[in-house]
Nanobody
Framework: QAQLVESGGGTVQAGGSLRLSCAAS????????MGWFRQVPGQERETVAC???????GFADSVKGRFTLSKDNTKNTLYLQMNSLKPEDSAMYYC?????????????????????WGQGTLGTVSS
């Protein structure tokens, strides 16, 4: 099971940007399936974006065109670049990963299928 540590959260004004990082250890980074998810207290967890080991990605409709994913295999780190942020993007952001193969659609729809989760990093967008 991977160990995941998120970082990069903070407070920005609407229209600003944040880059979240998810550092993975304990696994062969190039062969894992990963995703970003977010949750607001009192609300259900929401899928943000996922990436498979081949680099295929999927994004929630709410973030398409604003958020991008990238991986640095030399640093074992997954990045979520968030641009044109809106107050409704405010949430705790979690990184998750699994060594077991998943389709993008499966990860997007069934995040509980991913077996490793980080502790989260808080992103706040002020209006």
């Amino acid at each position: 099971q991977a160990q995941l540590v998120e970082s990069g959260g903070g407070t920005v004004q609407a229209g600003g940007s944040l880059r979240l990082s998810c550092a993975a250890s304990g696994v062969t980074f190039g062969s894992i399936y990963m995703g970003w998810f977010r949750q607001v207290p009192g609300q259900e967890r929401e899928t943000v974006a996922c990436i498979d080991r081949y680099g295929s990605t999927g994004f929630a409709d709410s973030v398409k065109g604003r958020f991008t994913l990238s991986k640095d295999n030399t640093k074992n780190t997954l990045y979520l670049q968030m641009n044109s942020l809106k107050p409704e993007d405010s949430a705790m952001y979690y990184c998750a990963a699994d060594r077991v193969a998943h389709t993008i659609e499966n990860m997007m729809s069934f995040p509980n299928a991913l077996d490793a989760w980080g502790q989260g990093t808080l992103g706040t967008v002020s209006s």
